[in-house]
């Protein structure tokens, strides 16, 4: 069992590292403040290659190993997840799905800018349309319904919570073509944005990752060829779900990045303010504060890294990915509440920035698989 970095991670984190120290750190209050989409960072993101970092070279990728992922989505989280869950979405979703599932001429066509992220000098990402207003947890009740005309569909029904909802160019709709058939009569499809009947609601008002990109999506008779189908009639239940266990790991990542900024944050805080005489890192119950946030941050890191190995080596990673989400998502709670603590009243003003990172650790309890349902899943599997 080795638990050292390669070579190449360690260049991967680095960059990584300077990427948000130098790109994504400045001006972040003020992106969040505003609600403003990073779209620059991300285009740079694309630059440095992080947009399908785990695609083959064959489609436009990094070709990188999935710990190289979780090494660069930690990094990035630290500083700015607003930037972290767009890249995250692209690649764990989007990316992997289209490589994984999309045939031959649809990874051409679509995979290949998407892995390089831009087109022709431009953004060019996905987003990932599941959830419906009455179909969160519940995925196998999709309203929106995909109507087989023959040789196309045509799609009605309304998405919410859609991350790069506005900015993406390229939608994988999971549609219900056959009520019958329960999840069995789903089906995934590839859309492009600007197809006619896609209407783009206004920007979620969110309490943390202010910056992301979230709205719902509405359509409305929108035709889309029979060749964009991903997979045979009725994969399209068996896609997203398969998909998501991928996504589970990129938003455990993305926690313990959160946790991981607070906690250095909280740690140097420590050793600058003193109090009766010395710094506060010095009192015990500062100490034993910072001695459970580094040892829980750690057991985060190598259930990431676990599941992240176990996805690299082809077998089954369902029960570490949503034990990796459950954990290092509880985890992002627990450390920023407790920086914000540390920092004392200085914790609650948005210069220190752990305010930022407490709001918006507790998505990651919600998106991509609530904290119940990782339970769910892991319940299941221990009680085989």
């Not at 289209?98 to 987003?127: R, S, T, V």
């Not at 398969?242 to 589970?248: A, P, W």
């Not at 890294?305 to 080596?313: I, M, P, V």
Request: net charge negative.
């Amino acid at each position: 069992m080795d638990f050292s970095l390669s070579e190449e991670q360690l260049m991967i984190q680095k960059a990584a590292r300077e990427f948000a120290q130098q790109q994504c750190l400045p001006g972040v209050i003020d992106r969040d403040e505003k609600q403003m989409v990073p779209k620059e960072q991300l285009l740079q993101l694309a630059e440095l290659g992080f947009m399908g970092m785990m695609v083959s070279p064959d489609y436009g990728g990094a070709g990188m190993d999935t710990i190289s992922y979780v090494l660069a989505m930690e990094e990035i989280s630290k500083i700015d997840s607003s930037v972290s869950v767009a890249m995250s979405v692209n690649n764990s979703l989007v990316c992997w799905g289209l490589e994984n599932f999309a045939n031959e001429q649809q990874k051409q066509q679509y995979l290949i800018p998407l892995a390089q992220g831009k087109k022709e000098g431009k953004l060019y990402i996905g987003a990932f349309l599941l959830s419906e207003p009455e179909a969160g947890s519940d995925a196998t009740h999709q309203h929106t319904e995909a109507k087989d005309m023959g040789d196309h569909y045509v799609i009605n029904g309304i998405k919410n919570w859609i991350t790069n909802g506005s900015t993406a160019s390229v939608y994988l709709v999971i549609a219900q073509t056959d009520y019958t058939k329960g999840h069995k009569g789903i089906n995934a499809f590839i859309v492009e944005k600007d197809t006619p009947g896609i209407s783009v609601g206004v920007k979620e008002n969110k309490l943390g990752i202010r910056g992301s990109d979230t709205h719902a999506i509405s359509f409305t008779d929108v035709k889309v060829p029979k060749s964009n189908r991903i997979g045979e009639e009725g994969f399209g239940f068996n896609f997203a779900m398969k998909t998501l266990n991928g996504g589970r790991i990129g938003i455990a990542a993305q926690a313990l990045g959160i946790a991981s900024g607070a906690y250095e944050l909280a740690l140097a805080y420590s050793k600058q303010r003193k109090t009766f005489g010395k710094p506060i890192h010095e009192h015990q119950a500062i100490q034993f504060k910072l001695a459970e946030m580094a040892t829980k941050i750690e057991t985060a890191r190598l259930l990431c890294f676990k599941s992240a190995w176990e996805k690299d080596q082809h077998v089954d990673y369902t029960t570490s990915a949503a034990m990796a989400k459950l954990y290092a998502s509880d985890t992002a709670m627990w450390v920023t509440t407790e920086a914000v603590q540390v920092h004392g009243g200085y914790g609650f003003v948005k210069e220190f920035h752990v305010e930022r990172l407490m709001r918006d650790a507790k998505i990651t309890q919600i998106y991509e698989g609530t904290s119940e349902i990782q339970k769910m899943v892991i319940g299941r599997s221990i009680t085989k």
